[in-house]
Every structure is written in structure tokens, then in C-alpha cells.
């Protein structure tokens, strides 16, 4: 069992989800950048929304059978990056994701950025 749920019929449910072949990042994502979108084109004209955006490394070195995962950092390490916009408002308050985009990079372009 996951630390994500209590009951084991929940985290069964959540890899029937994930394995469904209809189920991507974008499709998940795609509801909800929806609601920004349309969130953003009722603002009154001229108004103020901030484009926060920032990279991170998601680490899952421990998934040895899991494939597309890229090195992060030390080359030992593997993992994927992620880099969302988040829509913010000039007071602080989200408004929502605007995008996310999801890589890895493969070991042979290691040292290539050199």
C-alpha cells in the first residue's frame, strides 16, 4: 500500500486510472488549465496577472523498472523535470496553471550543456 491512500480499493483505483492507455499528462492537466483560461478572459481588460514559472527535478532513482526517466543532477540520479506556469495574481493569490511541461534528459547527453 501507498502513503497517498488509506484503503487499498483506493490505491488500486488510482493504478487503474494511471494505467488507462487514454490517460495522459495533458489530458489530466487539460480540465483544469480550461478553467484558467476562461477564468483569465473574464479579467477586466488592462489587469495585472503574473507568470510565475520554475524548474524542479523530481527524483525516482528508487523505481529501477520504471522507463523514461533521465539523469537529474548526479549522473547517478534518475528522474524527470518538471516546469509549470502558474497564473498569479499582483497580491499573491493563484489564479491557477497555465502550462506544465514534463522531461527527461538521457544519459548520453551528459555534459553536453558544457
Known sequence: MTSAFDVWGDTRTAYNFFANEH??????????????????????????????????????SHLNSMTGLG??????????????????SPDGVSIGLLSAQVWDRPPRSHGKAK
Open 23 to 60: 490517460v495522459s499528462f495533458a489530458v489530466v492537466l487539460e480540465s483544469p488549465m480550461t478553467g484558467v483560461s476562461r477564468a483569465l478572459r473574464e479579467r477586466f481588460e488592462g489587469t495585472t496577472v503574473l507568470n510565475v514559472q520554475d524548474t524542479t527535478e523530481s527524483k525516482l
Open 71 to 88: 539523469e537529474i543532477g548526479n549522473p547517478k540520479n534518475r528522474g524527470i523535470f518538471l516546469h509549470p506556469s502558474l497564473a498569479v
